[in-house]
């Protein structure tokens, strides 16, 4: 079955720096875009980066241009997301996701989530 498992999480200062990773298993990993998720304390979960299944093209919410970056090693099945300059605005659980084509139709997944807090 699908499943991804991040980490990387934390609690760091303002402008400081954390690496989240995800592994994923369970689905051909390289067939499939992935997407860094966050969901901020009474707010929906949103899109903060997406980075295409062979990892040429990459997307990011406008919050995050600039301080994060999304990138994936197709060999050991992970996708990881560099964040720098951390705001406390960035304090969320952050997942990553996917959409799995499985038989006739797609579902989506997404993991456990990580916690990042930035604060002083």
């Known amino acids: 079955q699908v499943q991804l498992v991040e980490s990387g999480g934390g609690l760091v200062q303002p402008g400081g720096s954390l690496r989240l990773s995800c592994a994923a298993s369970?689905?051909?990993?390289?067939?499939?875009?992935m997407t860094w998720y966050r969901r901020a304390p009474e707010k929906e979960r949103e899109p903060v980066a997406t980075i295409s299944h062979r990892g040429s093209s990459t997307n990011y919410a406008d919050s995050v241009k600039g301080r994060f970056t999304i990138s994936r090693d197709n060999v050991k099945n992970m996708v990881y997301l560099q964040m720098n300059s951390l705001k406390p605005d960035d304090t969320a659980v952050y997942y990553c996701?996917?959409?799995?084509?499985?038989?006739?139709?797609?579902?989506?997944?997404w993991g456990q989530g990580t916690q990042v807090t930035v604060s002083s």
């Open positions: 369970g689905f051909t990993f390289s067939n499939y875009a």
């Open positions: 996701g996917a959409v799995v084509q499985q038989g006739g139709s797609w579902t989506p997944y």
